[in-house]
């Protein structure tokens, strides 16, 4: 049995430093093009012949099925350390744990999600033929990709970075997204990156032809992220507060520090750098670090008291208490008059981050949840209506979650808003990286997202994904956000991840057709 090639290893080193390129930061996206093409042809190219018996042009083999699970598997583990390197950060600095054991986490993350990379790279294997030009290999690689993708959004609940998220500036691409979803993009990217692989496997003859054709392709599709849209119309205005509050704060939390804080908030709040022409419809205020309960006097005042100050709805994140046992990480809704009348409840909470999975395996990572909270879910995406006004409000990760957040626009939000605190990154790119998934969202639902952070980058962001207003990040500040409210839904709203479903159904089929015995016709 023939091992693996080197030129193959080499190739998947190539793929997933690719990969990493394509994300923030540094965020070259024009290489997202032609970042999976390097694994293909890894995957279809990996053996030597074991004979000389074969086509003369046919000089190396495609990889059996554990060799492209093993090439895969390479591959995405490279991509998560370079990518998500964050994660170590994340769980030294504010998980507590040692630099070793910080190390191992993000290695165990790192070899957990890289199986899905594996998970592609069997499938491309089994449907490689040793004695042609593998164009069903080829020609289903999008469409496993997108299963794939599905597979981790669904079954491991990381759908981080998915590859379509790379072309989010891509505004005449991005319509895609609208009706399939971020997944639709995922798509188009790699048929041109096929096309590119393509090249690399058929027949020398027809190398050029291929090449020069993925080219235009590709330039042709990018140029999309050049091109300059009209600004869209906004009638309303949200005052969005960016704390800037450290994730290690060295104080105590004194009632009287508390209130010298919510006096700045308020302060801010009510009078934002940029002076408004006429009074806010909405104030927002982010996830936060903060010791803030719903159940507490000392900070339900105050807010209750800017509410009626400003005579504008106000959300609020802060810690919601039902009772000492029962905690939720939610974003309250106070009305004008100082009454808190609603309140969402996060759902999707962060695993080793709000709640520790199977505790007595993983106790060693209680560190960082005990810096966050032991939180219980929330149970319902229903909108919350502030007056004439249904938000879709959701927090923090949610955003990385398409049928998610398309959810809330299913059931009538009319805007869009997201808090989070992304202080729990650091300066590493993982703000940018959030940002540009959360900005997938609005472009998803075709709606405004007012986006407000506690250190950054908060911002407000049209139905076409751009920033139209932001904080600098780093700085207590608070931003005057332009928005409109949208009532129309667009296709990927109502249907959710049709697409993505139909990818894993023909995924199905071409390996039903590959490993189907086909009889012979006798003349």
């Not at 990889?63 to 583990?77: D, E």
């Not at 069903?136 to 759908?159: D, M, N, Y």
């Not at 104080?251 to 209130?259: F, L, M, P």
């Not at 472009?443 to 911002?459: F, K, M, P």
């Amino acid at each position: 049995m023939r091992q693996i090639r080197k030129k193959a290893w080499l190739l998947v080193l190539l793929s997933a430093v690719l990969q990493i390129l394509s994300f923030p930061l540094p965020g070259l996206y024009v290489l997202s093009w032609i970042s999976i093409a390097p694994l293909l042809v890894a995957l279809l190219h990996a053996r030597s012949p074991e004979t000389l018996q074969l086509d003369a042009s046919q000089k190396s083999l495609p990889a059996r099925p554990w060799q492209g699970f093993l090439l895969g598997y390479a591959c995405g583990v490279l991509w998560y350390l370079g990518t998500c390197y964050w994660v170590f950060d994340t769980m030294h600095q504010y998980g507590g744990l040692s630099i070793p054991v910080g190390l191992l986490v993000l290695l165990l993350f790192a070899l957990y999600l890289g199986l899905y990379h594996g998970l592609f790279g069997l499938l491309v294997s089994l449907l490689a033929r040793q004695d042609s030009e593998n164009r069903l290999a080829l020609l289903a690689a999008p469409f496993l990709w997108v299963a794939v993708e599905l597979a981790r959004t669904r079954i491991s609940g990381f759908p981080w970075d998915l590859l379509g998220i790379t072309q989010v500036d891509n505004i005449p691409l991005t319509r895609i997204a609208t009706l399939t979803g971020v997944y639709g993009l995922s798509f188009e990217i790699l048929l041109v990156n096929v096309a590119f692989a393509a090249a690399f496997v058929v027949h020398r003859s027809r190398r050029k032809t291929l090449l020069l054709a993925s080219l235009a392709a590709m330039l042709l599709l990018q140029a999309g992220r050049w091109l300059s849209l009209p600004a869209i119309p906004a009638d309303h205005t949200a005052v969005l507060l960016q704390q800037n509050l450290p994730e290690a704060q060295t104080e105590a939390w004194t009632d009287e520090h508390t209130q010298e804080i919510l006096q700045e908030f308020t302060s801010l709040s009510l009078n934002p750098p940029s002076p408004l022409a006429h009074r806010p419809d909405l104030i927002v205020w982010p996830e936060s670090p903060a010791p803030f309960q719903t159940n507490d006097r000392a900070f339900r005042e105050p807010v209750s008291n800017l509410a009626r100050q400003a005579e504008v709805w106000l959300v609020v994140g802060a810690i919601g208490v039902d009772n000492p046992q029962t905690v939720f990480n939610s974003a309250s809704l106070v009305s004008p008059t100082g009454e808190w009348d609603g309140r969402y409840s996060k759902i999707h909470l962060v695993p080793f981050g709000e709640y520790v999975p199977l505790a007595s395996v993983f106790s060693f990572a209680g560190g960082l949840t005990q810096a966050v909270g032991n939180f219980t879910r929330g149970t319902s995406r229903a909108p919350l209506q502030a007056g004439d006004t249904k938000l879709g409000i959701f927090i923090c990760y949610e955003s990385i979650f398409p049928n998610e957040v398309r959810q809330l626009v299913a059931q009538g939000a009319e805007v869009l808003v997201n808090i989070s605190n992304d202080g729990w990154y650091g300066d590493s790119g993982a703000w940018a990286q959030h940002l540009n998934q959360a900005r997938m969202r609005a472009v998803e639902n075709s709606r405004w997202l007012l986006r407000d952070t506690n250190t950054g980058l908060t911002a407000s962001i049209d139905p076409y994904g751009r920033v139209v207003a932001r904080l600098e990040r780093n700085t207590r500040a608070a931003l005057a956000a332009p928005y409109a409210l949208t009532k129309v839904t667009t296709f990927y709203s109502e249907h959710g991840d049709w697409f993505a479903y139909l990818c894993a159904i023909i995924s199905a089929g071409a390996l039903i057709v590959r490993f189907t015995p086909h009889r012979k016709t006798e003349p």
